[in-house]
C-alpha cells in the first residue's frame, strides 16, 4: 500500500482576540476552524474540536490577555485537546506572550515565570512557538523547540514615515531598550526617514512594580520630533514620565510607539494628558472601546503574522520577511 502524504493547516483560535484570528484567517485564505470553549460553574475551561484534526498542521491562536492566566490555561487546554486528536505538529501563536517581564531573578526567592510559561507550553504538547516581540529576546532560549518571534516595528516604522516631518529622533525610555530604538531606527531609515538615537535615565525604587521616573535624557531632542518606542505599555507611567522630560528638554513633539497596548490601571488618564501627540499601538491585545481615547491609533499585526504561519505552513524562511530584523 502506498499512501501520498498531503499537508492541511488549520487555525484554531481561543476567545482572547476573536478579531485578530478572524484577520489572520482572511490573510491566509482559510476559515478558522470550529472549537468549543465555555466555562464550568467553578471556573474550569472547557474545549472540544469541532472538526477532525487528525494529520494536520494545527495552530492555536491566543493572546495572553485580562483574564490573563484564563486564557493561558486555555491555550494549553485546547493544545493538549490537538495532540490526543493527533494533530500532525501543533504550533501555538502568542501575539502576546505573558509574564514575559519575569524573565529572570531581580531579587532573592523570586521565581523566573517566563520560563515556567514556556515549560507549560512544551509539556502541554506544542512543536513550535509564534510570538511578537518579546519583552527580551532570550526568552527564546527556554524553549527546547523552534521559536519564530515576529516584530511589529516595520509597520510602527512606516506609520512613522508617513506622520512626521522634520528632524527625528528615536528614544528608547530606558537604557534595556537601546537595541529595539536601534532596530527602529534601522527601519525608518529603509523608508528614507533619518533619525538620532537618544536615551532616558530610568530609575524605578527597588521591590516596586510599575513605577519608574525619567530623570535625565542622553541626545539631541531639542527642537526635533521625538519618538518614544517601547514593546508594551502597561500603566505608561514610564513613556509618560519620558514624554514629559523630553518636552521639558526642548522637544518639538512626541509621539509613542508600542506593540503591545496593555494599558492597565491608570494608562489611559496618564496617557491622555501627558504632552504627546499620538500613542500608537497594535491590536497584538484587544483594547476595550472605553480605553481607546483621540490620541491613540490601533495597526492591525494580522497580515505579518498571517505571512509568518504561512511561511511556517510552507516550510520556507520566516525572517526574511523580517530582513532579518526579527531576531
Excluded: W
Excluded at 64 to 75: A, F, K, L, S, T
Amino acid at each position: 500500500m502506498e499512501v501520498v502524504t498531503k499537508k492541511k493547516l488549520m487555525l484554531f483560535s481561543g476567545r482572547g482576540n476573536p478579531e485578530l484570528a478572524e484577520e489572520i484567517a482572511a490573510g491566509l485564505g482559510v476559515p478558522l476552524g470550529k472549537v468549543v470553549l465555555s466555562s464550568f460553574a467553578n471556573g474550569e475551561l472547557y474545549c472540544r474540536f469541532g472538526e477532525s484534526i487528525r494529520g494536520a498542521d494545527v495552530f492555536v491562536l491566543q493572546t495572553h490577555c485580562v483574564p490573563i492566566n484564563d486564557r493561558i490555561m486555555e491555550q494549553l487546554i485546547m493544545i493538549d485537546a490537538a495532540k490526543r486528536a493527533s494533530a500532525k505538529r501543533i504550533t501555538a501563536v502568542c501575539p502576546f506572550y505573558g509574564y514575559a517581564r519575569q524573565d529572570r531573578k531581580a531579587e532573592g526567592r523570586e521565581p523566573i515565570t517566563a520560563r515556567l510559561l514556556a515549560d507549560l507550553l512544551t509539556v502541554a504538547g506544542a512543536d513550535r512557538i509564534v510570538t511578537v516581540d518579546l519583552h527580551t529576546g532570550q526568552i527564546q532560549g527556554f524553549f527546547d523547540m523552534p521559536v519564530d518571534h515576529l516584530t511589529a516595528v516595520p509597520l510602527l516604522a512606516e506609520y512613522v514615515a508617513e506622520q512626521v516631518t522634520g528632524e527625528v529622533t528615536v528614544v528608547s525610555p530606558d537604557a534595556g531598550g537601546g537595541k529595539l530604538a536601534r532596530r527602529f531606527a534601522n527601519c525608518l531609515a529603509a523608508v528614507h526617514v533619518d533619525s538620532d538615537l537618544a536615551f532616558i535615565d530610568k530609575r524605578r525604587p527597588r521591590g516596586t512594580h510599575n513605577v519608574a521616573e525619567a530623570t535625565e535624557v542622553v541626545g539631541d531632542v531639542k527642537g526635533r520630533t521625538c519618538v518614544l518606542v517601547d514593546d508594551m505599555i502597561d500603566t505608561a507611567g514610564t513613556v509618560t514620565s519620558a514624554a514629559e522630560l523630553l518636552m521639558e528638554r526642548g522637544a518639538a513633539e512626541v509621539f509613542v510607539m508600542a506593540t503591545h497596548g496593555v494599558l492597565s490601571g491608570p494608562a489611559v488618564d496618564r496617557l491622555k494628558n501627558a504632552p504627546i501627540r499620538e500613542v500608537v499601538v497594535t491590536n497584538s491585545l484587544p483594547i476595550a472601546e472605553e480605553k481607546h481615547f483621540p490620541a491613540l491609533r490601533v495597526i492591525s499585526i494580522a497580515s505579518i503574522v498571517a505571512d509568518a504561519l504561512d511561511a511556517v505552513f510552507e516550510d520556507t524562511s520566516v525572517s526574511e520577511i523580517f530582513r532579518g530584523e526579527n531576531i
